[in-house]
């Protein structure tokens, strides 16, 4: 027997019994109200055991007991159970009287049966895929060409590969350039020139007009590609006919690894511990591979007429896919184990089902955290080749920012931290069913008007939500510029929580999904203080560097930027003052960026020139940053006038309004 045996969706009755292996003590977990069953060693924790299960908790601090988010119930001898300080800190005392503990910190020493709370589940997320598509040439890395041999004869003995050589020399342009054979298109070529001890015509798969990477009977099955950005938190995919340039399918999921921590720190800590790598690696691999095959399934195609793949991943989540410790980055200088483009054979990395000899491009990183995914947004939008200096901003775990124009172009990446994701808030969540994804309020009296992912009840709040709530809040004169409560409000919604720090209520408990009041409280409102310091200052640090005091255009790319009211980023000063006409969101440009090298591999040629011209600056090094960041936890700024925010302001109604920014 396994060390650790699980049974997923099974539904025993659970009995108080103990399994003994060969070296430890297993115990009886029961997952209610799912019914996932499973028998683990003494001494694993129960968030570990919930993911070996297939139950899915939301952990966004990795399991470190910091973020409060995997709540669970313990049904089984729940008040034998001595709780830990972390738990004291996070749980109410009615809560940990009910019986609930944190996941992260229970370790399994008896049988337990364990109740997920609705809150605690990690629920489908809203995944941005689609992005602004720029024109793009087709010239792609592989090429599918249909020959007939001549069929062999006791005076024309030639081998196969030798014969089909001939052949295609003289079809390619380049007629004296050696062709090599990947060795399983090797084994295909005989039995696809001898068909029912026949011989015919075959389709031959190249690989930058040098590699033979796929061979099969006939006129061939078509010639697709697959684009991927493979992001902390989500991946998007893109099935390409390579032929015509068209998206034939399209998948998208929330990274498995997610259940290891919502940042990259965490995914780096899980990495270094025993077997953590490979565990970490094999979750996204499974991911990707299921996303293939969806795709190809979507496309009514064999999944083996995917020739070629594309993979852009900030530089974290690049070494996890390839297999490389991420362990340097994650400490000062932050050097990567390889920076370069790299291709790989898809087998190698564990993809499976794609054509024999299918490689896998990564595009090359850029320095620090700063990885593909930056410079394939960079590729899709070009921002180095504009008049006006424009600031491309991609708001994430991590955020990137670039400031370009046809003279200038610099990049940093900062530390926004998952807060704009809906982690470290109170009642934060992902972009999923339940999540509040808009907040209006007319005057500071009035009940918010909120909507919600799904049109259901509020369960919470997301990434989008909370930056509209913390604006309405500052805009109606509840919060004050430092960020801090005013208190001199008689308004119900306005008050002092369990825990005696102040807070809005944005939802009454009657109104709510778990039956509990939702609300923004101080420490939610300093989470967002501190991670849009952090970009703003790094924005600053850019426009030094450029000698700039201004930008003209702003570019809002991924998920949080193409779903968040700009009116509200810019009055909170996550971003620089502009004129809001000049603010656009463009949706996922890595994804776009992706396919732009997938469809023309002079692109990826594009990418290594970029990558060579842009200067990275690591922010938290630079002269007068921290400096620059306490100016920026105000609201939208302690010192830089903000003169499209004072216009914003002074036409809400309120007396406050109008002195909001003193």
């Known amino acids: 027997m396994d060390s650790n045996s699980v049974q997923p969706g099974a539904t025993p009755g659970f009995s108080a019994k103990y399994f003994q292996g060969d070296e430890k003590m297993k115990y009886e977990v029961l997952f209610q109200p799912l019914g996932y069953t499973g028998q683990f060693e003494a001494g694993t924790s129960l968030l570990e055991a919930a993911r070996r299960t297939g139950v899915?908790?939301?952990?966004?601090?990795?399991?470190?007991?910091?973020?409060?988010?995997?709540?669970?119930?313990?049904?089984?001898?729940?008040?034998?159970?001595?709780?830990?300080?972390?738990?004291k800190e996070l749980l109410t005392l009615e809560e940990l009287q009910a019986g609930y503990r944190l996941a992260c910190c229970v370790t399994i020493e008896r049988p337990l049966q364990v109740e997920i709370p609705q809150s605690s589940r990690r629920e489908r997320q809203r995944v941005m895929v689609d992005g602004v598509q720029r024109p793009c040439l087709l010239r792609p890395a592989v090429s599918q060409i249909c020959v007939e041999l001549n069929k062999p004869t006791l005076e024309d003995a030639e081998d196969d590969f030798g014969?089909?050589?001939?052949?295609?020399?003289?079809?390619?342009?380049?007629?004296?350039?050696?062709?090599?054979?990947?060795?399983?298109?090797?084994?295909?070529?005989?039995?696809?020139?001898?068909?029912?001890?026949?011989?015919?015509?075959?389709?031959?798969?190249?690989?930058?007009?040098?590699?033979?990477?796929?061979?099969?009977?006939?006129?061939?099955s078509g010639l697709y590609g697959a684009a991927f950005d493979i992001g902390t938190t989500t991946i998007a995919g893109y099935l390409c006919d390579l032929k015509d340039g068209r998206v034939v399918a399209q998948a998208s999921r929330v990274n498995s690894q997610v259940s290891y921590g919502d940042d990259v720190l965490?995914?780096?800590?899980?990495?270094?511990?025993?077997?953590?790598?490979?565990?970490?690696?094999?979750?996204?691999?499974?991911?990707?591979?299921?996303?293939?095959?969806e795709m190809a399934l979507q496309a009514k195609i064999a999944l083996s007429s995917v020739s070629d793949i594309v993979a852009v991943c900030n530089t974290v989540m690049h070494h996890l896919f390839l297999g490389l410790s991420p362990k340097a980055v994650g400490v000062a200088p932050f050097v990567a184990a390889l920076k370069e483009a790299v291709d790989v054979k898809a087998r190698d990395l564990g993809l499976q089902g794609v054509a024999s000899g299918c490689y896998v491009h990564c595009l090359p990183l850029e320095a620090g955290f700063v990885g593909a995914d930056n410079v394939?947004?960079?590729?899709?939008?070009?921002?180095?080749?504009?008049?006006?200096?424009?600031?491309?901003?991609?708001?994430?775990?991590?955020?990137?920012i670039n400031l370009s124009d046809s003279n200038h172009l610099y990049t940093a990446s900062c530390a926004t931290g998952p807060a704009l994701e809906g982690a470290q808030i109170r009642f934060g969540m992902r972009a999923a069913s339940g999540a509040i994804e808009t907040v209006e309020l007319a005057e500071a009296a009035a009940a918010p008007q909120l909507r919600v992912i799904g049109g259901q009840?509020?369960?919470?709040?997301?990434?989008?939500?909370?930056?509209?709530?913390?604006?309405?809040?500052?805009?109606?004169?509840?919060?004050?510029?430092?960020?801090?409560?005013?208190?001199?409000?008689?308004?119900?919604?306005?008050?002092?929580?369990?825990d005696g720090k102040w807070e809005y209520v944005l939802a009454w408990a009657e109104e709510s999904l778990h039956?509990?009041?939702?609300?923004?409280?101080?420490?939610?409102?300093?989470?967002?203080?501190?991670?849009k310091a952090a970009l703003y200052a790094g924005a600053k640090m850019l426009l030094r560097r450029c000698e700039a005091g201004s930008v003209e255009r702003i570019v809002l790319a991924g998920a949080f930027g193409s779903y968040i009211n700009k009116e509200n980023a810019m009055v909170l000063g996550l971003i620089p003052d502009c004129d809001l006409g000049q603010v656009t969101a463009v949706g996922n440009a890595a994804g776009e960026g992706a396919k732009r090298a997938l469809l023309d591999r002079e692109e990826r040629e594009e990418a290594r020139r970029v990558v060579g011209k842009v200067h990275f600056?690591?922010?938290?090094?630079?002269?007068?940053?921290?400096?620059?960041?306490?100016?920026?936890?105000?609201?939208?700024?302690?010192?830089?006038?903000?003169?499209?925010?004072?216009?914003?302001?002074?036409?809400?109604?309120?007396?406050?309004?109008?002195?909001?920014?003193?």
């Not at 060795?183 to 696809?192: I, K, Q, T, V």
């Not at 990495?271 to 991911?287: H, I, M, P, W």
């Not at 009840?457 to 509840?478: E, H, N, Q, R």
Request: glycine residues 8%; contains cysteine; neutral net charge.
């Open 376 to 400: 394939a947004a960079l590729l899709s939008e070009r921002p180095y080749m504009e008049k006006k200096l424009t600031l491309l901003v991609d708001i994430g775990t991590n955020g990137e």
């Open 163 to 220: 014969r089909l050589q001939k052949m295609l020399q003289s079809r390619l342009i380049q007629s004296n350039k050696r062709l090599y054979i990947d060795p399983l298109a090797l084994a295909e070529l005989p039995g696809s020139l001898r068909r029912d001890h026949g011989w015919g015509a075959i389709s031959v798969t190249l690989w930058k007009e040098k590699e033979i990477i796929a061979v099969e009977a006939g006129t061939g």
């Open 515 to 531: 039956g509990e009041d939702i609300a923004v409280t101080q420490p939610d409102v300093r989470a967002v203080q501190l991670a």
């Open 266 to 293: 965490s995914r780096i800590s899980a990495a270094e511990s025993a077997g953590g790598l490979k565990t970490l690696r094999e979750a996204v691999l499974e991911d990707v591979n299921t996303m293939l095959e």
């Open 56 to 87: 899915f908790l939301e952990a966004p601090c990795g399991g470190n007991g910091r973020c409060g988010k995997c709540k669970v119930r313990l049904l089984s001898m729940e008040r034998e159970w001595k709780e830990k300080e972390k738990e």
């Open 617 to 662: 600056i690591e922010t938290a090094a630079e002269k007068d940053f921290q400096e620059e960041f306490m100016q920026a936890m105000y609201l939208p700024h302690k010192n830089d006038l903000f003169p499209h925010v004072q216009h914003i302001l002074a036409n809400i109604p309120g007396a406050f309004a109008k002195g909001a920014m003193l």
């Open 457 to 498: 009840k509020p369960a919470g709040i997301c990434g989008s939500g909370i930056i509209d709530a913390v604006a309405v809040l500052f805009k109606t004169g509840i919060i004050k510029a430092d960020g801090t409560f005013r208190k001199d409000l008689q308004l119900p919604r306005v008050r002092r929580g369990t």
